[in-house]
């Protein structure tokens, strides 16, 4: 029993550790500003990483977060940007272009789920593919360089990004309901018992009268629903996308929900886990930020190194049961 | 092999006891085997069989007692250290009862494994052939060394383990349930082997919950209750009614119940025509009657698992398939388990480690797993889930010490109910059973067998596969039996017995055929 409480009490400890560290090395830490730029930013890897959550638990994996965020970034800034000239209000524009944000989302995921079951292609390969392939797109539609918001209704959208209700951020409150949401949906519905079932065993879900198939795309689509949430909170933030957008956002999500616990070779998953994870990502980013000890530049080196111990870690508690 | 001066061989355990956590499991149980005797272990579900047998080949380590060993010259000593590896060290080999074999191995490389024979820098193959070659032929084996494991049916896998104990040299080896999945041709193979080793020396520990079996074969029986060592007794000195008087502690009343009758008028639920399976060339019909037991009997890979899961949309039909599924009239074409399940539907799998259970999840988790739509709206009405585990647990006695283990903690038996809870919990109305009773004890298997004759009072109608052909003749109202992949004959009333059965399971008689030769005017009929 003692066990069990700390694999669940383990990422919240981190958590309180890698915190106290940031308290010590930096007074700018404790900041209001700060700790809310913290939760801000967190919000956007946290919500791609509920999405990851789902798609491990089913025993699957996305590589191609990264890149989806940065051409659906694209797609947004091309779409208003267009609409510009035939629609008068902005705000009409801006719901245009969230509606659309979801709907790439939803369809690159049907894309990848579809490929992965239909075609039986290893989730790795074909995600990897799409990887590839977003990532060249977005690169193209900005010519190799930078696709800007008009100003105008980049003025209005910004407000997503940097408005505040009860003292936190716009993306945090967001971030938060796709937790609750996310929670709700894998602990408390049959489909979040059939994303565990699928995970642990596809024959035994399939004996069990389950549809793999359409859960396994279910949770691809998931995913890129919650990249596309992280997308339209994103865009504001700088009004713009280029080949560069959302570098290494793969790493960090998969990071986020393995630090939380999820096992990565499927079958258990948890949200409260992944939540800790991405916020125990971001400070450590921002504690490197805040210091000179280790390079800023060194924060991807940190990230891979993290995911690789916990994985690590996992294994070795695995196989002690 | 041993070369039988071993006779002398003894080995023990005092006062062992075992717990799991906090909750001890065997309460001090005292045992000795000897050389060139078959020590049988009989006991309920969830006695404590497997976890002694584990703890006598190492893999599970005691908490409580001494074990014992006699060394070549006889004088028993107590063991302080025990493992897997000193086990087999000291020739204490364990086959369980899920096979250990690598299935992209070959037989002879299984053989060896882990015990491999190295020429100065490489694995001496050649030798290594040989010898597997060598152990086969002892065991009078016509398996083919350089066959792939993956590919053998689960007779032949069975020999290889036991040719691989040969390598590590057994003097104790030990049975969980081995005959729990062989037809009772190849248990008598097994049981000729047995006779065999014990000829040659070695101590044999056996479990099996087939009372025949015992009688036939053991010398020794032990009987354990919960935990408990009831005795050990020479088998002469029981009757089969003795051992289930000692293992469940009171009298069984029948093992079959009194069937409901079927009227001859009473509705077809299920209809299949002119089904055509994959890899074959004849196609299967069948009818199943409201409130009636349709046995399937044949012998293992006769394609009766196949055809049942064609019919259900888990396998696919044979290319260019013309048949048809009907379920209360109404033609059906399932391509998803969910679609036969929603029209009352539904399949007791008999592989219950690969297709039946998730091993390391919890009990709830399992039993609910399959009938999630009865409890959920939006979300999963959890209390209801637990109200109906609670139900089931008595329904089927399930018997575990601790909620909380993950369903691969139960004992072998109590996992099968629970993989039966968990597909009549979807309350289906046309059940199709595969082996269902496979590693259940004899008292349990009484409770379901009148729980099944309830069903059928209550208008269920049933399937059953099975390879225990008492079962099979004791319940079914028909019997149809599968030879090569097609369905040989259907009998009915008399013909109900074993060896009519075992006529059309081995191709001997075969009722298509005399109607094959008037429809097709004599086209071949000598398939492989
Ligand atoms: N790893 C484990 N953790 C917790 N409990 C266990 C574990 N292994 C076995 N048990 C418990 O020990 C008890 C005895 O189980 P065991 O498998 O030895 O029974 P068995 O006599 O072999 O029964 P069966 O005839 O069903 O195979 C059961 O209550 C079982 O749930
Ligand atoms: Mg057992």
Redesign the interface.
Known sequence: MPKLDLKTAGPFIALVVVFIIGVLVNDAFLSSGNLSNILARSSFIGIVAIGATFVITAGGIDLSVGSMAAFISGCMILLMNALMDSIDSMLVIIILAVIASLGIGALAGLINGLLTTKAKIEAFIVTLGTMGIYRSLITYMADGGTLSLNFTIGDVYSEVYYGVFLGLPYPVWVFLGVSVIGYVLLNMTVFGRHCFAVGSSESVARYSAINVDRVKTATYMLQGVCVAIATIIYVPRLGSASGQTGILWELEAIAAVIIGGTVLKGGYGRIWGTVVGALILTLIGNILNLTDAVSNYLNGAVQGIIVIVAVYLQRGAWRRD | MPDGNNKSLTFSVRKLRKSFGPVEVLHGIDLTLRGGEVHAILGENGAGKSTLVKILSGFEQLTGGELHISDESGNSKQIDAWDNAIAEQAGVVLIHQEFNLAEQLTVAENIFLGNEIKGRVFLDKKTMRAKAQEYLDILRSDIDPDATVGQLPVSAKQMVEIAKAQAKNARVLVLDEPTAVLTQQESQVLFELIDRLRQAGVAIVFISHKLDEIKQIADVITVLRDGQLVGSYPAAELSKDDMVRLMVGRELSSLFPEMPKVSETAEVVLRVSNLLLQGNSTASSFELRKGEILGFSGLVGSGRTALMETVLG?RRAAKGNLGSVEIRGERVDFK???A??SKGVA?L?KDRK?????L??GLV?NFS??S??KI?A???DTKQEEIAFEKAVETFDIRMKDRSIAAGNLSGGNQQKLLLA?ILE?EPSIIIVDEPTRGIDIGTKSQIYHFIAQLLASGHSLILISSDITEVIGLSHRVAVMYHGEISGVLVGDEIEEVEIMRYATGLKNKNLHQEILDKSGTSNAKA
């Open positions: 888990l998803q388990l969910s036969a399940r399949c799998t690969g297709n039946g259970l998730l390391e999840k988790f797993l399959f999630l739509h959920s939006l979300l999963i968990k979807a």
